[in-house]
Antibody, heavy 113, light 107 residues
Framework: EVQLVESGGGLVQPGGSLRLSCAASGFSFSSYSMTWVRQAPGKGLEWISYISSTSSTIYYADSVKGRFTLSRDNAKNSLYLQMNSLRAEDTAVYYC??????WGKGTTVTVSS | DIQMTQSPSTLSASVGDRVTITCRASQSVGSWLAWYQQKPGKAPKLLIYQASSLESGVPSRFSGSGSGTGFTLTISSLQPDDFATYYCQQYYGYPYTFGQGTKLEIK
């Protein structure tokens, strides 16, 4: 079964850091590009980052550029989102996704003092 | 960035109704357009990709059409399970932007 499982969410103070992980299983992870999408409470979906299968190409939304870093470890079938200088507006459920059709269940990040 | 605008933002309908949701792009995205259904507390579920291709396992009452800047999602006969929020997304160019969503409510 194709599966994505996010972890690493939690409560963090403004200005703090958090590292999200996405564990992939059931498919050849190293062959696929991956993305992160987030959803603030009661709001719509926001695409935030993309990484190609070999990590050669990475894109970020302007809202996270310079603060978030996306990486992957194909040997571990894992995707990582390092989030620094967190702000209240980063509070959201964070989803990793493969293409358009495979999504994890999400992990919740709350930025609050 | 490509802006995606959905209409309406909220739609009230009854079981058995035919409903249409519209998505407009600020520039051409070809057919690189997906539609998702999302229920509270759940991840989005892909319904339609490449504007009109039905994702495997999705009921045939869902259909998509359009190209360029104008797209529609049609549900031919609403079922109780269809009351949810629907999003379009362009995947023509980064950032892959979403519409603001259409909440489909029971009348």
């Amino acid at each position: 079964e194709v599966q994505l499982v996010e972890s690493g969410g939690g409560l963090v103070q403004p200005g703090g850091s958090l590292r999200l992980s996405c564990a992939a299983s059931g498919f050849s992870f190293s062959s696929y590009s991956m993305t992160w999408v987030r959803q603030a409470p009661g709001k719509g979906l926001e695409w935030i980052s993309y990484i190609s299968s070999t990590s050669s190409t990475i894109y970020y939304a302007d809202s996270v550029k310079g603060r978030f870093t996306l990486s992957r470890d194909n040997a571990k079938n894992s995707l990582y989102l390092q989030m620094n200088s967190l702000r209240a507006e980063d509070t959201a459920v964070y989803y990793c996704a493969r293409g358009q059709g495979v999504w994890g269940k999400g992990t919740t990040v709350t930025v609050s003092s | 960035d490509i802006q995606m605008t959905q209409s309406p933002s909220t739609l009230s309908a009854s079981v058995g109704d035919r409903v249409t949701i519209t998505c407009r792009a600020s520039q051409s995205v070809g057919s690189w357009l997906a539609w998702y259904q999302q229920k509270p507390g759940k991840a989005p579920k892909l319904l339609i990709y490449q504007a009109s291709s039905l994702e495997s396992g999705v009921p045939s009452r869902f259909s998509g059409s359009g190209s360029g800047t104008g797209f529609t999602l049609t549900i031919s006969s609403l079922q109780p399970d269809d009351f949810a929020t629907y999003y379009c997304q362009q995947y023509y160019g980064y950032p892959y932007t979403f519409g603001q969503g259409t909440k489909l409510e029971i009348k």
